[in-house]
């Protein structure tokens, strides 16, 4: 069944206290760590991690926030931005691949293939035969990554309002060390905000092998706290050990 | 005139305090996170840190604590390994040249080109001609980066002790967390010690239009200060500012 995204809260639920969860993700934090350490030195997992979100929906944030204190040598962080011509020459998973994590390591993406069935669908860039042709292609891609190479893919959608969006969208106009953040775009593109809700209800339904995490970003400390928990949770479940003394 | 490192010290300065030292520390990661926002909003230069070494002188630990409480998104650690015969295919530069920071960004080198006038030459599989030749190259790349991109290279050499060095390598046959870093080629390495020592001499006093810093390495807590002042201190003397709203 369809989800719908007017109907999911943006905010956390009420029995959430900020100073409480806030203190809890420091102590994830510090999990955190030992686990990428694990992962490193076992080398047989990857974590693919996808943040997807509208403009100001905090994904900078979130990435600086709940990567920010790891070992940067096993974490690396990818921004997909307008394809160059060269991407564009290869089919839409061409330049996405090339940045699969390698094992034992963690790989960021800020926007991710899905905006080949986001932004490209909502401005009539593609038809909607080409957009659910995509979305199957992301489906076995994401089955690829597991099934061949131990990678383990979470996608999170950063879930904000229309209003904390706007008053965001604001803010990089009045502070001095946002404003290289602002483009006239954003508010453009902010006005398509139901043709996007439209196009990601259709990924969450159509691209659900690997699931999707959907995360009330309105309060930064709740956003946080959410993605780091289920990294956490994921690495946790993968039971690894440290492997001992290599034999040469 | 050539440094002889067997007369450089591989400790702190009688007069540094472990514990001030530290303190001192936390507050340059601080200045250098606020830096770091500056280097990426206003997007006109980038950073370039190699770092060299012997085995087991605490490379991935300075990257870790000195690189590692940045907003991930601005940095990346790129580590050489052998070279895949994709990479032997091409000259020696090529394979390091693509992993340049991007303005705004910064790149650490987990060893570098570098080691195509080390380990080559301490192995003889390079002959000096060519080890000379490769360091005047360097120099032409580096200066390449700075005076074509805005790069700045910053280059350095943890500086430990053979003694400390045995220690290390020995802890990671004792030490479970550590194991998997273990390879019995080290202690074969270590026994080329006078070599490499020549040949990293050779690099300092060829490859110096950008110059190095000696680092002390045998206390974690002054190799980390010294590297972490370095960064601080380049990046503050390029003066850079908050670049206000982009003209579309």
Same mark, same amino acid.
């Given at each position: 069944m369809q989800q719908d995204l007017s109907k999911i809260s943006?905010?956390?639920?009420?029995?959430?206290?900020?100073?409480?969860?806030?203190?809890?993700?420091?102590?994830?934090?510090?999990?955190?760590?030992?686990?990428?350490?694990?992962?490193?030195?076992?080398?047989?997992?990857? #974590?693919?991690?996808? *943040? @997807?979100?509208?403009?100001? $929906?905090?994904?900078?944030?979130?990435?600086?926030?709940?990567?920010?204190?790891?070992?940067?040598?096993?974490?690396s962080v990818t921004s997909f931005k307008t394809p160059t011509p060269e991407e564009i020459g290869h089919d839409f998973l061409w330049r996405i691949h090339k940045h699969a994590? #390698?094992?034992?390591? *963690? @790989?960021?993406?800020?926007? $991710?293939h899905y905006e080949d069935v986001l932004i490209t669908r909502v401005h009539k860039w593609i038809d909607d035969?080409?957009?659910?042709?995509?979305?199957?292609?992301?489906?076995?891609?994401e089955k690829l990554l597991l099934q061949h190479n131990q990678t383990h893919v979470l996608k999170f959608y950063l879930h904000v309002s229309k209003e904390e969006q706007e008053e965001r969208l604001?803010?990089?106009?009045?502070?001095?060390?946002?404003q290289w953040k602002y483009n006239e775009n954003d508010f453009k593109e902010a006005k398509?905000?139901?043709d996007y809700m439209k196009a990601y209800e259709d990924c969450?339904?159509?691209?659900?092998?690997?699931?999707?995490?959907?995360?009330?970003?309105?309060?930064?400390?709740?956003?946080?706290y959410t993605i780091a928990s289920a990294v956490r949770d994921t690495l946790k479940d993968l039971n690894m050990k440290y492997p001992g003394m290599k034999k040469e």
């Open positions: 943006t905010r956390a639920p009420k029995d959430m206290e900020k100073t409480e969860t806030k203190e809890k993700l420091v102590s994830i934090l510090e999990e955190l760590d030992e686990l990428q350490n694990l992962l490193f030195a076992e080398g047989k997992h990857s #974590l693919l991690v996808v *943040i @997807q979100g509208m403009d100001a $929906s905090g994904k900078d944030g979130a990435i600086k926030n709940v990567f920010g204190t790891l070992n940067p040598q096993g974490v994590p #390698l094992k034992g390591t *963690i @790989q960021v993406f800020n926007r $991710s035969e080409t957009a659910f042709k995509r979305m199957k292609a992301i489906n076995n891609f604001n803010e990089r106009i009045s502070d001095v060390t946002k398509l905000w139901d969450f339904e159509q691209c659900n092998e690997v699931p999707w995490t959907i995360v009330p970003a309105d309060q930064n400390w709740f956003k946080e």
